[in-house]
């Protein structure tokens, strides 16, 4: 095992991937426990189910499965999506499982508001452990809280980069601790071992019933981070990703095994992880504790690093409207920063953390997304290797689609205690996406571009008879079939012509990554067509691109959609484009160049 830490991209995996499902023996023990006594026989079946949910969830389904199916080394839902959809082709498929692709970047975004408000809340109520804190009030934890969270999205525009590479050795020390106190523990106890029997796990749900779905609302706390490890695969790729595995794992039983065993002799008392520790280690606990704070906070960093990341693949997919970018790192740049993003991330995280007031109560909501999720991805999963005609993994992910269904229907007992909140925080972006793309087809329908050969007929004897402004201009359109409306009001009702007039159409291709151009000049006299295709996962330099075949421009221009309308909706989809950079920012074209054209379209 330890073999593995020579990599150092496994220990930069421990950072980047492992934080949220690493901080989990913080909270989960403790929050199973408030739904079932701690007997010997129920904590047996815990361990067993957590244990075996570990092994099939994230060791077969994410490390094994998932990772196997990527394109060019990416993961992650968008990524799943369109290796499923260029297996369907022009399948009767296609929509809904696009459908049910928004669904679970949707509650990815619901899932990555709840993560850092349990992770952080979880470890500073460790404060509690302390001697002469045993009483602190709960208002001031949760202001402790939300002074972390707040000064840990403050940093973000300035992004992370001189301080992430710390990140790996702090949770590396992160799961030796863990591992360590949990052999302290289970030392005191080693019958606990035997929980790792499947038959304990079987046992439990067969006895307890309905309690037992209860149960494994809470257990499902445990596989929480699973979905990152499939997302972040293409940071590091597969092998440093399932190396780090192999130590994440057993750090992750120890704990859990030990905090089982500590139970069985003391009783619950609180926060399970926290009351062991301060029990075996004394005065050195404050280290711990702190320590716990930054494996939290690094969790969180991870969360919000990915939701920049989902948010910038909306936008490249157009399923998103696009806000502004800015890149945060001169050597990486896949490391970028969402400014409406991470405001309304913060917000959403405090008033988490504020209408929950404790981990204990968040736990109650947690988990509904996280499930929904993965069961979304097991059933991609399950119709890809159907595809494949690879019956081995379709039986696998046949049994695995029930575990995640299992998990799903017991995650919904949590609707009456907080888990609607699960799906209000994933229904905000639901909503925006749906009226987005909506209205994007309406737009579109209602457009009217110009085929091209009529165009080109009245652009030819335009050119001849006007004179024409020195130097070249951009106009950007989708293709050469149709010329988008608004460059018809610049040439034909304001008679703007340059010496140069260059068509630039940005298209994006069904595999992650890959740029291609293609420059051919004078289709018509004095105008040109460049193309760029471009991979969905790509950090598009348009301006470098422009550079590189010799174009100078003088002007760019775009158009800009004025919606009118008396329904709400398309009133709605008039504000989000108001409010959305058009594409020449996004691509962060000079300003000083752009002018927009404004076409009101009546909806």
């Not at 609302?217 to 981070?225: D, E, H, N, P, R």
């Not at 130590?247 to 859990?256: E, G, K, Q, R, T």
């Not at 069961?375 to 005609?389: E, N, Q, V």
């Not at 329904?567 to 959305?580: E, H």
């Amino acid at each position: 095992m330890f073999s593995h830490l020579a990599d150092s991209r496994v220990i930069k995996s421990l950072g980047l991937v492992f934080g949220d499902i690493g901080t989990s023996p913080i909270y989960t023990i403790s929050i199973i426990l408030l739904v079932i006594k701690p007997s010997e026989q129920n904590i047996f079946g815990i361990l067993s189910l957590i244990f075996w949910s570990l092994f099939f969830v994230i060791t077969i389904q994410y490390v094994w499965l998932a990772m196997s199916v990527s394109s060019k080394g990416e993961g992650g839902t968008i990524v799943l999506k369109e290796v499923l959809l260029s297996h369907l082709k022009e399948s009767s498929l296609v929509p809904p499982i696009s459908f049910l692709a928004i669904i679970g970047i949707c509650l990815f975004m619901g899932d990555g508001v709840i993560t850092p408000a349990i992770s952080i809340l979880s470890a500073v109520e460790g404060i509690a452990f302390v001697p002469g804190l045993e009483n602190l009030p709960g208002v001031i934890l949760i202001g402790i809280a939300a002074v972390i969270a707040i000064s840990l999205f403050s940093i973000q525009r300035r992004g992370t980069e001189q301080i992430s590479w710390m990140f790996g050795p702090v949770m590396l020390l992160w799961f030796f601790l863990l591992s360590i106190t949990g052999c302290i523990a289970i030392i005191h106890n080693p019958q606990i071992l035997l929980a790792l029997s499947p038959h304990y796990a079987l046992e439990f749900l067969m006895e307890h019933g309905i309690i037992s779905l209860l149960v494994l609302s809470a257990v499902v706390l445990c596989i929480t981070g699973g979905e990152a490890l499939y997302a972040d695969m293409g940071h590091l790729g597969r092998e440093p990703i399932m190396k780090a595995w192999y130590i994440v794992f057993p750090a992750l039983m120890l704990s859990y095994l030990g905090q089982g065993a500590f139970v069985l002799e003391h009783g619950s008392m609180g926060s399970v992880l926290f009351s062991m520790v301060s029990t075996q280690i004394g005065v050195l606990y404050i280290p711990f504790l702190l320590l716990s704070v930054c494996a939290t906070i690094i969790a969180s960093q991870a969360m919000i690093s990915g939701m920049f990341s989902i948010v910038y693949q909306g936008m490249t997919t157009r399923i998103i409207p696009k806000m502004k970018i800015d890149f945060t790192s001169s050597s990486m740049q896949s490391q970028i920063y969402i400014d409406t993003v991470n405001w309304l991330l913060l917000i959403s995280v405090l008033l988490v953390m504020i209408t929950f007031q404790s981990s204990e109560h968040l736990g109650a909501a947690y988990g509904l997304a996280v499930t929904g999720n993965m069961t979304i991805s097991a059933l991609m999963l399950l119709l890809i290797f159907y595809k494949k005609k690879d019956s081995v993994k379709v039986g696998i992910m046949s049994l695995l689609l029930l575990i995640d269904t299992t998990f799903l229907f017991a995650s919904l007992t949590k609707l009456p205690h907080g888990g609607y909140w699960s799906l209000i925080l994933a229904g905000v972006p639901f909503a925006i996406i749906v009226i987005f793309i909506t209205g994007q087809k309406k737009l579109y329908t209602t457009l009217k571009p110009i085929p091209y050969n009529r165009f080109a007929e009245r652009y030819n004897e335009l050119y001849e008879s006007v004179c024409k402004i020195p130097g070249a201009a951009l106009y950007f359109t989708s293709d050469l079939k149709y010329v988008s409306p608004y460059i018809g009001t610049i040439f034909f009702q304001n008679n703007i012509l340059y010496e140069s007039n260059i068509f630039v159409s940005i298209r994006m291709t069904n595999h992650p990554f890959g740029i291609s151009t293609y420059f051919q000049q004078e289709i018509e006299k004095g105008l040109s067509f460049f193309s760029i295709e471009t991979g969905y996962l790509e950090f598009l330099d348009v301006e470098s691109l422009l550079r590189e075949h010799g174009i100078n421009e003088k002007t760019i221009f775009y158009g800009i959609e004025n919606i009118m309308s008396d329904k709400m909706i398309w009133n709605l989809f008039g504000i989000i484009k108001k409010v959305s950079p058009p594409f020449v920012q996004f691509y962060a074209l000079p300003s000083e160049k752009i002018h927009g054209v404004i076409t009101r379209f009546i909806m």
